[in-house]
T-cell receptor, first 115, second 118 residues
Framework: DSGVTQTPKHLITATGQRVTLRCSPR?????VYWYQQSLDQGLQFLIH???????AKGNILERFSAQQFPDLHSELNLSSLELGDSALYFC??????????????FGPGTRLTVL | AQKVTQAQTEISVVEKEDVTLDCVYE???????LFWYKQPPSGELVFLIR??????QNEISGRYSWNFQKSTSSFNFTITASQVVDSAVYFC???????????????FGKGTKLSVIP
């Protein structure tokens, strides 16, 4: 158990809908990274938040957005869903200091199925 | 831009055989980190190892060993005496060591699916 929690575990929805995925980082971790794992693209970085502030964006679609709240949990919002958005979405947390690297601990993932 | 290549898409071995998973990376950074993660059929990502670019010592942990060669930009992973429980998808990943933005996202390879047959 990494200490990172993600809810829900599974999500089935229809095209055009909007969903919210939730991530709670390990106690004390200030950073949350979101990754998408799909058959086509593999595992790719979406976005990174540190202590409530967006730090970096990767291959994240404009239909997707994220935020990190004062209690440090993060939400990834996916809207106008398409079949191709079906994937496993992971969040990972770490303690980030600007001059060093800390390991990322991954949550169990949320499997999104868009029908 | 960073890139990780795992040329082996799928490998099948018979239990107790040794198997090596290849990983080749590209980066312009002189200091970086390399990782291996395991993804069993249950889907979670399990951290196996992190290696700093300035430390080329090979590492052994039980039946697992890693060979890091900067000269060939490779970070290969060997499982000795494979077991059925080793069946999983294995990912190699890369991260830069220093970031002005304070962000250290991982760049993953496509993964190698290992099947260990009893």
């Amino acid at each position: 158990d990494s200490g990172v929690t993600q809810t829900p575990k599974h999500l089935i929805t229809a095209t055009g809908q909007r969903v919210t995925l939730r991530c709670s980082p390990r106690s004390g971790d200030l950073s949350v990274y979101w990754y998408q794992q799909s058959l086509d693209q593999g595992l790719q970085f979406l976005i990174h938040y540190y202590n409530g502030e967006e730090r970096a964006k990767g291959n994240i679609l404009e239909r997707f957005s994220a935020q990190q709240f004062p209690d440090l949990h993060s939400e990834l919002n996916l809207s106008s869903l398409e079949l191709g958005d079906s994937a496993l979405y992971f969040c990972a947390s770490s303690v980030v200091a600007d001059s060093s690297y800390n390991e990322q601990f991954f949550g169990p993932g949320t499997r999104l199925t868009v029908l | 831009a960073q890139k990780v290549t795992q040329a082996q898409t799928e490998i099948s071995v018979v239990e107790k055989e040794d198997v090596t998973l290849d990983c080749v990376y590209e980066t312009r950074d002189t200091t970086y980190y390399l990782f291996w993660y395991k993804q069993p059929p249950s889907g979670e990502l399990v951290f196996l190892i992190r290696r700093n670019s300035f430390d080329e010592q090979n590492e052994i942990s039980g039946r697992y060993s890693w060979n890091f060669q900067k000269s060939t930009s490779s970070f290969n992973f060997t499982i000795t005496a494979s077991q059925v429980v080793d069946s999983a998808v294995y990912f190699c990943a890369l991260s830069e060591a220093y970031s002005g933005a304070g962000s250290y996202q991982l760049t993953f390879g496509k993964g190698t699916k290992l099947s260990v047959i009893p």
